[in-house]
T-cell receptor, first 114, second 116 residues
């Protein structure tokens, strides 16, 4: 089944404790992206990657890091989480050509930073 | 700059009523794509439709229909004979072809509640 998976789905942590949210897709998509969703703001892009070893900042990159060492994986790293990073996070992927404009989303990760 | 506006924050209807969710977009590009996604209470994002800027034909899929009007920069979504299972947050999104990387902009969403 074609899908984007994220782990963990739910996470409670404390300020300053480094964490990683994993994202993996099995559709051989070149493009992957991370979003955060906050009430009244919709989804805002954190980082994106056009392909392996190619990443760039989105609209709200502060406090986050990413890496793209393999095509299928795109982990999101919070080196020192703060309460304002409490949010719902989505990973997404798509092709970069043809009918590639449609993004497919993972199930989401709910993060609470105390 | 690209922008998507969904002026209706919340809508409540009674089951079997028709409901239209509004989406207005701004873009400087002539080639772009518009999307609707559904987010049910379980939280996942479900892709509903993609429309490119060169295709203004309206689309119908079962009880769902979409009206794309470039003249008013709108891409409205209508649910006919609404059902309780339609209760969700609906997002409209815009992707400009020229800005291929950082190009997916979402509206703030409209929360639809369908009451039995």
């Amino acid at each position: 089944e074609a899908q984007v998976t994220q782990n963990p789905r739910y996470l409670i942590t404390v300020t300053g404790k480094k964490l990683t949210v994993t994202c993996s897709q099995n559709m051989n998509h070149e493009y992957m992206s991370w979003y955060r969703q906050d009430p009244g703001l919709g989804l805002r892009q954190i980082y994106y990657s056009m392909n392996v070893e190619v990443t760039d900042k989105g609209d709200v990159p502060e406090g986050y890091k990413v890496s793209r060492k393999e095509k299928r994986n795109f982990p999101l790293i919070l080196e020192s989480p703060s309460p304002n990073q409490t949010s719902l996070y989505f990973c997404a992927s798509r092709l970069t050509g043809g009918d590639g404009e449609t993004q497919y989303f993972g199930p989401g990760t709910r993060l609470l930073v105390l | 700059a690209q922008k998507v506006t969904q002026a209706q924050t919340e809508i409540s209807v009674v089951e079997k009523e028709d409901v239209t969710l509004d989406c207005v977009y701004e873009t400087r590009d002539t080639t772009y794509y518009l999307f609707w996604y559904k987010q049910p209470p379980s939280g996942e994002l479900v892709f509903l439709i993609r429309r490119n800027s060169f295709d203004e034909q309206n689309e119908i899929s079962g009880r769902y229909s979409w009206n794309f009007q470039k003249s008013t920069s709108s891409f409205n979504f209508t649910i006919t004979a609404s059902q309780v299972v339609d209760s969700a947050v609906y997002f409209c999104a815009l992707s400009e072809a020229w800005n291929y990387g950082q190009n997916f902009v979402f509206g703030p969403g409209t929360r639809l509640s369908v009451l039995p």
